[in-house]
């Protein structure tokens, strides 16, 4: 099974530093949408079922691998991935860090538990539409607009209202597909990423995301890149956002595709 080729030079460069010398690679995964299929009800989603086995192969083969993370790390295990050795999950964009069985997490924030307790006024008084779902992260809360009649209307009318609630609890908000998430500011996953590369020296970074919360992981390869890190950046595509794409040396059809480029990457290295 062949990999395609990255569209840039340095994209194209990394591929063959991580074909090349995979052990100590680091690999880096966003969750929903990348390895798991965007679903309307967020508590139900689960690792696309070829991908586990995939990783398991690269984690034997050396590559590190990591999952950078809106949701809590033990979610993500959880969905699919508690077999892959050597994982490590950053939850909430890196706030929390699931690995070996094991969760480090900071003190609950205090904006966050305010939020969450004027949320429902919040959306009343802001007519939000039948459908409007709050997802509560326990480090975050989440607004999901995808179950209602017109998902993107909602989105851009709530976007405000929710903005003045982040602003007065001390937060920020996180804008996804279809999703506003509050959460305590300070940290993304650049940050998150940075900070698994800075435990090790890896011979190259590989990041795969798809959303806008990505986008701050997708600067960071970047500026790897420019300090000497071969970094290669795979957007895992999707109609409903196009910001990553125009900016990744490679693009795959959603988790699917995800499975399909990762099997490549172990039979290339596996040989």
């Avoid at 192969?57 to 993370?69: E, F, I, Q, S």
């Avoid at 959306?123 to 326990?138: M, N, S, W």
């Avoid at 976007?159 to 279809?178: D, F, I, K, S």
Wanted: net charge negative.
């Amino acid at each position: 099974m062949s990999v395609p080729s990255p569209t840039s030079e340095a994209g194209r460069a990394a591929l063959t530093v991580l074909l090349r010398s995979p052990r100590g690679a680091l690999l880096g995964l966003d969750f929903d949408g990348t390895l798991a299929p965007i679903v309307d009800e967020p508590d139900q989603a689960r690792v696309h079922p070829d991908i586990p086995p995939v990783l398991v192969k690269l984690a034997a083969l050396g590559v590190r691998v990591a999952v950078v993370t809106g949701r809590p790390p033990a979610f993500a295990v959880g969905a699919g991935l508690a077999d892959v050795p050597g994982l490590v999950v950053l939850g909430h964009y890196g706030a929390e860090r699931w690995e070996g069985g094991i969760v480090s997490q900071p003190d609950p924030d205090e904006g966050v538990a305010e939020a969450r307790h004027r949320l429902p006024a919040l959306l009343a008084d802001a007519a939000a539409p039948e459908g409007t779902y709050v997802e509560d992260k326990g480090r975050a809360v989440a607004v999901h607009t995808r179950r209602t009649a017109d998902p993107a209307g909602a989105f851009d009318a709530l976007r405000g209202p929710l903005a003045r609630l982040a602003e007065q609890t001390g937060l920020v908000v996180e804008p996804g597909r279809y999703v506003l998430e509050l959460r305590p500011a300070g940290g993304d996953k650049g940050d998150a990423l940075r900070a698994l590369v800075a435990e090790s020296t890896p011979s190259a970074v590989m990041f795969v995301g798809d959303d806008l919360g990505d986008l701050p992981a997708f600067a960071a390869v970047e500026q790897l890149r420019a300090d000497g890190v071969p970094g290669l950046l795979v957007c895992s595509g999707s109609t409903e956002v196009s910001a990553l794409a125009g900016i990744a040396d490679l693009v795959v059809d959603g988790p699917e595709g995800v499975a399909v480029l990762l099997q490549g990457l172990a039979s290339a290295i596996g040989g």
